[in-house]
């Protein structure tokens, strides 16, 4: 806002600057109000701060948590496969006998001479060659880990003493995964 004076010819007072020295009350006052302004601050970045640790170390246990989960998934889905896999090599024993007396008639146009246990046992070795062809090998810390499982006797199992004792690796020709286990 603009202040008009008009000259009326008389004399005008004399300006005086405002003085620069204040009270000391006032003078008080003024430094708690910005020692508190600083404080506030202060307190407001140091709650971001905290904040944001909490929310990155949320994401972070958020995203370790799936990862431990997929994994899981991965490792018992794997595990489900090969068992039953197995399960349908032993299923292939009759069809495999059927269709070995099939060739043996056509090729030598009689059947196999070999006694039922000798066959037996080379179709027995034709199923283990498949079993063969695929492995899965369960890693510990501990018997006791394995244990916990419910493991087919053909799994291959083996001390790892770098795993904690709720994980157990399940390793396949595809690669591995780490399965934690239920407390």
Request: hydrophobic share 40%; net charge neutral.
């Given at each position: 806002?603009?202040?008009?004076?008009?000259?009326?010819?008389?004399?005008?007072?004399?300006?005086?600057?405002?003085?620069?020295?204040?009270?000391?009350?006032?003078?008080?006052?003024?430094?708690e109000?910005?020692?508190?302004f600083?404080?506030?601050?202060?307190?407001?970045?140091?709650?971001?701060?905290?904040g944001?640790?909490?929310?990155?170390?949320?994401?972070?246990?958020?995203l370790?948590?799936?990862?431990?989960?997929?994994?899981?998934?991965?490792?018992?889905?794997?595990?489900?496969?090969?068992?039953?896999?197995?399960?349908?090599?032993?299923?292939?024993?009759?069809?495999?006998?059927?269709?070995?007396?099939?060739?043996?008639?056509?090729?030598?146009?009689?059947?196999?001479?070999?006694?039922?246990?000798?066959?037996?046992?080379?179709?027995d070795?034709?199923?283990?060659k498949?079993?063969?062809?695929?492995?899965?090998?369960?890693?510990?810390?501990?018997?006791?880990?394995?244990?916990?499982?419910?493991?087919?006797?053909?799994?291959?199992?083996?001390?790892?003493?770098?795993?904690?004792?709720?994980?157990?690796?399940?390793?396949?020709?595809?690669?591995?995964?780490?399965?934690?286990?239920?407390?």
């Amino acid at each position: 806002m603009v202040r008009i004076i008009k000259h009326t010819g008389e004399t005008l007072p004399a300006w005086t600057p405002r003085s620069r020295v204040i009270k000391g009350a006032a003078y008080k006052e003024q430094k708690e109000i910005e020692s508190l302004f600083k404080a506030a601050v202060e307190t407001k970045s140091q709650i971001a701060k905290e904040g944001l640790t909490q929310a990155s170390q949320s994401r972070q246990r958020g995203l370790s948590d799936g990862i431990q989960a997929g994994q899981n998934e991965v490792s018992q889905f794997a595990f489900s496969i090969f068992v039953e896999r197995n399960h349908h090599c032993e299923d292939l024993k009759e069809p495999l006998k059927q269709i070995i007396d099939e060739i043996a008639l056509k090729i030598l146009g009689r059947p196999l001479t070999l006694a039922a246990h000798q066959q037996d046992e080379l179709r027995d070795k034709a199923i283990q060659k498949i079993k063969a062809q695929h492995q899965l090998k369960l890693l510990a810390s501990s018997p006791e880990a394995i244990l916990r499982l419910t493991v087919p006797t053909f799994v291959d199992f083996d001390l790892r003493l770098d795993l904690s004792p709720d994980q157990v690796l399940v390793l396949t020709e595809v690669g591995s995964s780490t399965l934690t286990l239920d407390r």
